[in-house]
């Protein structure tokens, strides 16, 4: 198996080293003349030496060098006790990015001063990232320089270890706050938070200037149109081989390809159709990509405009003696150009709609009255699926000890549980208790005359008084293992002591990371003593 591993790393070691000399070359698919280094390192205090977080090499046509780095920052913004965040520019020549490209290789990451890179970073291949579109978005381009004339390639060495905090309980919050000062600065516009996998990489960026294209759909939308023009530096054409294809419903509607190796291309394809157009433009002689696009042409615009009525306006009358005015309107429709709306795409897009709704649905379970054997079957089966979770958190204003029995304590790895509760709404649950310390007290007993409580790794904290803040929803949340993956969180729909007693949904959140994040900062406020109901 090792061996197997080190044949494939070599193979992909030694076509990286093709790629990188085939994409330098002038004219393949730019000019470049020089190259802009962007790293993002931390300095670690204790042992005066600094680590790659992240680090840029992007190759471009300006001829200037820089002979000194820029600071980003203006100076090291402090993370922790121990590490420190620094990010800094330099402008190389090529011939020093190609030495540092050889030293990175041999585990040396130094082109001004050293630093500390990954034992385990792994060279990869030319991979290619096309352009980023409102409909089409391309993550990977957040950590890019913008290349304003198309597509990029990257030659990438990544961190198989991802050591950086990786023993840190709070490592989480370190990497956010990382990325959120690295977001801030607008001189490089990176955002690592989106494209997190990255962190501790290298890559080398080769923007695609070779080629400017423009595509365009033919009133019949049948016929499209294809226009490119070449570099400047450009002395003779290259021989291109152009693909269209459109497709809908999962199916190609439209397909047709050219071969030109014309210096003025100004093509026209009959294709078929022109819904979702893909076209992708390569050099036959090289085999590289030089343009690959998805298309969606706006074939109408519809808006609603509002007329006022002249009527008396509807009043709202609040408890304090103050009073709102809505003022009615009529609301009309506009359609330009006004073309029926129930065309044969129209109706296929809307049932794929329908369908994609349906097919992305189905981690809920809705619930009625008279089904809490159900409903805790449901959430006992999330827990026993998430065994590879770092921890489940239990987030519910009316949580006692005997909703956590029914529903953690069904987990049988041993995974820490973080609960938090509110004293003030679950005292009402026992109409007999009287203060705080009373409620731990019934709360402990319950644990030990109900479980035996064997292999539970259990802190449940309460909110009280004037420690953290009130909160209404209930949500059950799987922290991952890796500080950078996003959490799974369920919002629970009702509490956990009525759970599938009335009608409400158990369903996955869309915005997990928040939800993780909100938890964390009430548990920071509320992880003392005066706040622990109980602990195993």
């Not at 530096?233 to 071969?259: C, P, Q, R, W």
């Amino acid at each position: 198996m090792i061996e197997h591993e080190n044949i494939y790393r070599n193979a992909k070691k030694l076509r990286a080293n093709k790629d990188f000399q085939q994409l330098l070359t002038q004219g393949n698919i730019a000019f470049y003349s020089g190259c802009e280094v962007t790293q993002i390192f931390l300095f670690d205090q204790l042992n005066k030496k600094a680590i790659n977080y992240f680090t840029l090499f992007a190759f471009d046509e300006i001829d200037k060098i820089d002979d000194k780095p820029r600071f980003l920052l203006p100076k090291l913004k402090k993370i922790d006790s121990r590490y420190s965040l620094g990010v800094q520019q330099k402008r190389i020549p090529i011939d020093t990015a190609k030495r540092v490209f050889e030293d990175i290789q041999n585990g040396i990451l130094n082109y001004d001063e050293s630093c500390e890179i990954s034992k385990r970073l792994v060279l990869l291949p030319k991979t290619y990232v096309p352009a980023s579109s409102e409909v089409f978005p391309v993550l990977l381009n957040l950590l890019l320089k913008p290349n304003y004339w198309g597509d990029n390639y990257i030659i990438e060495f990544f961190d198989e270890s991802k050591e950086l905090f990786v023993s840190d309980k709070n490592a989480r919050s370190k990497f956010d706050h990382i990325n959120k000062i690295v977001k801030s600065i607008s001189a490089i516009k990176m955002d690592l938070s989106t494209a997190h996998d990255r962190i501790g990489n290298i890559i080398f960026q080769f923007p695609i200037t070779i080629l400017k294209t423009k595509i365009s759909s033919e009133k019949d939308s049948v016929n499209l149109r294809i226009q490119a023009r070449y570099h400047p530096k450009v002395s003779k054409a290259k021989n291109l081989h152009i693909e269209m294809f459109t497709t809908y419903d999962n199916i190609i509607s439209g397909f047709n390809a050219i071969d030109t190796d014309s210096k003025e291309i100004n093509n026209v394809l009959e294709v078929g159709d022109d819904n979702n157009l893909n076209i992708i433009l390569s050099e036959k002689e090289t085999g590289l990509i030089l343009r690959n696009s998805k298309i969606i042409f706006c074939k109408s615009a519809s808006f609603c405009g509002h007329i006022g009525t002249g009527m008396e306006p509807r009043t709202i009358r609040f408890k304090d003696g103050k009073e709102k005015k809505i003022e009615l309107s009529y609301s009309h429709r506009f359609i330009v150009p006004d073309t029926r709306e129930n065309n044969y795409y129209n109706i296929i897009s809307r049932r794929n709609q329908n369908n994609e709704i349906l097919l992305k649905s189905g981690d809920y379970k809705l619930l009625k009255s008279n089904q809490r054997d159900d409903a805790l079957e449901y959430i006992r089966k999330k827990i026993r699926s998430h065994s590879n979770a770092a921890e489940i958190c239990l987030w519910d204003p009316y949580l006692t000890a005997k909703d956590i029995i029914e529903t953690l304590y069904f987990e049988d790895t041993g995974i820490p549980f973080r609960c938090i509760t509110s004293y003030q709404k679950s005292k009402t649950l026992g109409s007999h208790i009287q203060s705080f310390e009373q409620f731990c007290v019934e709360q402990k007993k319950y644990f030990e005359n109900h479980s035996n409580n064997l292999y539970i790794k259990m802190k449940f904290l309460a909110q009280h008084n004037n420690y953290g803040w009130k909160f209404h929803d209930r949500f059950l949340i799987f922290v991952p293992q890796a500080p950078t993956d996003l959490p799974i969180v369920y919002s629970l729909g009702t509490s956990v002591n009525i759970i599938g007693k009335n009608h409400h949904i158990i369903q996955k959140v869309t915005n997990p990371k928040k939800i993780l994040e909100n938890f964390e900062e009430l548990w920071k406020s509320l992880d003392n003593e005066n706040c622990i109901v109980t602990e195993f």
